[in-house]
């Protein structure tokens, strides 16, 4: 049982009130220290910082578990971003997506509150060297929670390793639905010029303003691919100007002889022009499909290792 009662919980949600009109986030008591609340969730640590949120650990006094809440940066902060959010992730339903558990709004800080997935992130992964099994196994995991999105018709427009989160056994998890779209989507915010994604990874015609396609995370999902076979992302400009010029003309360099036997799936990811590109993550999917037995990753064992060495 959870060391607050729900008589306690109510008084600390009635403090929340009180704290939000002095302006802070209210203390509470989580086994013996003294934590921020947020409605229904402690908040234990900071895991990091973007533009318009903050992403924070939490503890869910409701589930009794753990969580990750992405709250505003500021107090009275627009909370459409996390409804629309919520509104797209919350119904794909898939072990590779990452499970969002609410939304809402507690002393005026909107927020999102989403599983917690303990293993850190495929950017942090790649602080090291990958394996070509265990990237043919990421790229399945990836592929597989990017396929509940394109069968919805829906194109994520942001797939990046910082975006694919690890559970203890190695699984990749997609997450991170705020750029999500609707196929054929023109984005009517976007200003003359405004880059839609993360340039490293975004697709030539996502640079360029064009419909939203599933094809367009084909690319990115490539460039990932790329990243974790050779030990970086294939266009690494100087600049932010190299880097978008490489990503509308530059051909990809070729990946390490050692793993030639993927060089053909990443060409078929990573083709300028999206109708000689993999179409969408089902295509992904068959083509692993189809690779020899002896580079397809092998079930968890006793060790929870899912792939073979």
Same mark, same amino acid.
């Given at each position: 049982?959870?060391?607050?009662?729900?008589?306690?919980?109510?008084? %600390?949600?009635?403090?929340?009130?009180?704290?939000?009109?002095?302006?802070?986030?209210?203390?509470?008591? &989580?086994?013996? =220290?003294?934590? !921020?609340?947020?409605?229904?969730?402690?908040?234990?640590?900071?895991?990091?910082?973007?533009?318009?949120?903050?992403?924070?650990?939490?503890?869910?006094?409701?589930?009794? #578990?753990?969580?990750?809440? $992405?709250? @505003?940066?500021?107090?009275?902060? *627009?909370?459409?971003?996390?409804?629309?959010?919520?509104?797209?992730?919350?119904?794909?339903?898939?072990?590779? /997506?990452?499970?969002?558990? %609410?939304?809402?709004? @507690?002393?005026?800080?909107?927020?999102?509150?989403?599983?917690?997935?303990?293993?850190?992130?495929?950017?942090?992964?790649?602080?090291?060297?990958?394996?070509? +099994? %265990?990237?043919?196994?990421?790229?399945? *995991?990836?592929?597989?929670?990017?396929?509940?999105?394109?069968?919805?018709?829906? /194109?994520?427009?942001? /797939? $990046?390793?910082?975006?694919?989160?690890?559970?203890?056994?190695?699984? @990749?998890?997609?997450?991170?639905?705020?750029? #999500?779209?609707?196929?054929?989507?023109?984005?009517? @915010?976007?200003?003359?010029?405004?880059?839609?994604?993360?340039?490293?990874?975004?697709?030539?015609?996502?640079?360029?303003? +064009?419909?939203?396609?599933? +094809?367009? *995370?084909?690319?990115?999902?490539?460039?990932?691919?790329?990243?974790? &076979?050779?030990?970086?992302? !294939?266009?690494?400009?100087?600049?932010?100007?190299?880097? &978008?010029? =490489?990503?509308?003309?530059?051909?990809?360099?070729?990946?390490?002889?050692?793993?030639?036997?993927?060089? !053909? &799936?990443? *060409?078929?990811?990573? #083709? $300028?022009?999206?109708?000689?590109?993999?179409?969408?993550?089902?295509?992904?999917?068959?083509?692993? #499909?189809?690779?020899?037995?002896?580079?397809?990753?092998?079930?968890?064992? !006793?060790?929870?290792?899912?792939?073979?060495?």
């Amino acid at each position: 049982m959870h060391p607050l009662s729900a008589t306690q919980a109510g008084r %600390e949600r009635l403090a929340d009130r009180h704290a939000a009109a002095a302006g802070s986030l209210p203390p509470a008591q &989580l086994q013996g =220290q003294v934590r !921020p609340v947020l409605g229904d969730f402690h908040l234990l640590r900071q895991l990091g910082q973007g533009r318009r949120s903050v992403a924070w650990l939490a503890h869910d006094m409701l589930r009794d #578990a753990p969580a990750v809440l $992405k709250v @505003a940066q500021r107090r009275g902060a *627009d909370g459409s971003p996390f409804a629309r959010e919520f509104g797209i992730g919350s119904d794909l339903r898939h072990p590779n /997506v990452v499970a969002l558990l %609410e939304h809402g709004s @507690a002393g005026g800080m909107p927020y999102l509150a989403m599983e917690y997935i303990g293993g850190g992130d495929l950017a942090q992964r790649l602080q090291q060297s990958m394996g070509q +099994a %265990e990237a043919l196994a990421c790229l399945r *995991d990836a592929a597989a929670g990017l396929a509940q999105l394109h069968r919805r018709g829906l /194109v994520h427009r942001d /797939v $990046k390793p910082a975006n694919l989160l690890l559970r203890a056994d190695g699984s @990749a998890v997609l997450a991170d639905f705020g750029l #999500a779209v609707a196929v054929g989507s023109v984005d009517p @915010a976007a200003q003359p010029g405004a880059i839609v994604g993360t340039p490293r990874y975004v697709a030539p015609e996502q640079l360029q303003g +064009a419909p939203a396609r599933p +094809a367009a *995370d084909i690319y990115s999902l490539g460039v990932v691919l790329h990243h974790m &076979l050779a030990g970086s992302p !294939p266009f690494r400009g100087q600049t932010l100007m190299e880097v &978008l010029s =490489q990503q509308l003309v530059a051909v990809a360099p070729r990946l390490p002889e050692s793993r030639a036997a993927l060089q !053909p &799936l990443c *060409d078929a990811m990573l #083709a $300028k022009e999206p109708r000689e590109r993999l179409p969408n993550a089902d295509a992904v999917l068959a083509r692993i #499909a189809m690779l020899q037995t002896d580079l397809l990753p092998v079930p968890a064992g !006793p060790s929870g290792k899912r792939w073979s060495l």
